[in-house]
C-alpha cells in the first residue's frame, strides 16, 4: 500500500476553517484518498473519499493536487466536537483493508 | 443509523483463557474486519471476511482466530490470551470490495490480560 505522510498535530481556533494536509508522492492512478477522523474512545469513523476532482460533504471538504500527490481535508468552521485524529489513507481498487498511519492530532480551542 | 456493536467496551481476562470477541452490523454488509489499536503502532488488521464462513488473514493474525457462521456476526477468538494481546479491538463492516465503501466501526473493546 502507499504510504502517506501526515503532520503529527495541528491546532485551530474554534469555529475558523482547518486545512490538514496530506502527502502520498507514491500514489498510482487507481488509488482512492480515503481520509477518517476517530474522536477520543471511539472508533474511527469515515469523513470523506476523493479521485481526482475535489469532493465536499456534509462533514468536509476534499482538495486533491492536480498530480495527486497531495490533499486537504477542509473542515469549514472547526468545532470542539472535531478534536480527533484524522487519518489520511490511501485505498486500491481491489483493496479491502484500510492501512492507518498515526494521523494528524487536531486540538480545537475555545 | 448504521450500527456496528461490540459485546463489551472493557474485558479483563486471564493469561492463557480463551477470549471471544462478539461483533454484530445490522447493515446487511458482506465485508466485516477485526483491527487492534496499540500506541504507536497504529490500527493493524488482524482478520476480515467477505462472507459466511469466508476469512482471510490480515497483518497480524497469529494468536488469533475468527468465526463467521451468520452475516451479521464476525467473532474474534484468542485460543489463550497472553499478556502482549492486551489491546483496543475494533470490528469494523464494509459493503463488498472496492475503494469507494467505507467501512463503519463499532466503539472498540479494550482487553487487558493480566
Known amino acids: 500500500d502507499a504510504k502517506t505522510t501526515q503532520p503529527n498535530s495541528m491546532e485551530s481556533n474554534e469555529e475558523e476553517p482547518v486545512h490538514l494536509p496530506?502527502?502520498?508522492s507514491t500514489i498510482s492512478g487507481t488509488d482512492y484518498i480515503h481520509w477518517y477522523r476517530q474522536l477520543p474512545s471511539q472508533g474511527p469513523e469515515y469523513v470523506i473519499h476523493g479521485l481526482t476532482s475535489n469532493v465536499n460533504n456534509r462533514m468536509a471538504s476534499l482538495a486533491i493536487a492536480e498530480d495527486r500527490k497531495s490533499s486537504t481535508l477542509i473542515l469549514h468552521r472547526a468545532t470542539l466536537r472535531d478534536a480527533a485524529v484524522y487519518y489520511c489513507i490511501l485505498?486500491?481498487?481491489?483493496?479491502?483493508k484500510l492501512v492507518f498511519g498515526a494521523g494528524t492530532i487536531l486540538r480545537v480551542k475555545s | 443509523d448504521v450500527k456496528v456493536t461490540q459485546s463489551s467496551r472493557y474485558l479483563v481476562k486471564r493469561t492463557g483463557e480463551k477470549v471471544f470477541l462478539e461483533c454484530v452490523q445490522d447493515m446487511d454488509h458482506e465485508n466485516m474486519f477485526w483491527y487492534r489499536q496499540d500506541p504507536g503502532l497504529g490500527l493493524r488488521l488482524i482478520y476480515f471476511s467477505y462472507d459466511v464462513k469466508m476469512k482471510e488473514k490480515g497483518d497480524i493474525p497469529e494468536g488469533y482466530s475468527v468465526s463467521r457462521e451468520k452475516k451479521e456476526r464476525f467473532s474474534l477468538i484468542l485460543e489463550s490470551a497472553s499478556t502482549n494481546?492486551?489491546?483496543?479491538?475494533?470490528?469494523?463492516?464494509?459493503?463488498?470490495?472496492?475503494?469507494?465503501?467505507?467501512?463503519?466501526?463499532?466503539?472498540?473493546?479494550?482487553?487487558?490480560?493480566?
Open chain 1, 22 to 24: 496530506c502527502n502520498h
Open chain 1, 91 to 96: 485505498r486500491s481498487e481491489y483493496g479491502n
Open chain 2, 85 to 114: 494481546q492486551t489491546s483496543m479491538y475494533l470490528c469494523a463492516s464494509s459493503f463488498l470490495q472496492g475503494p469507494f465503501y467505507e467501512q463503519y466501526f463499532g466503539p472498540g473493546t479494550r482487553l487487558t490480560v493480566t
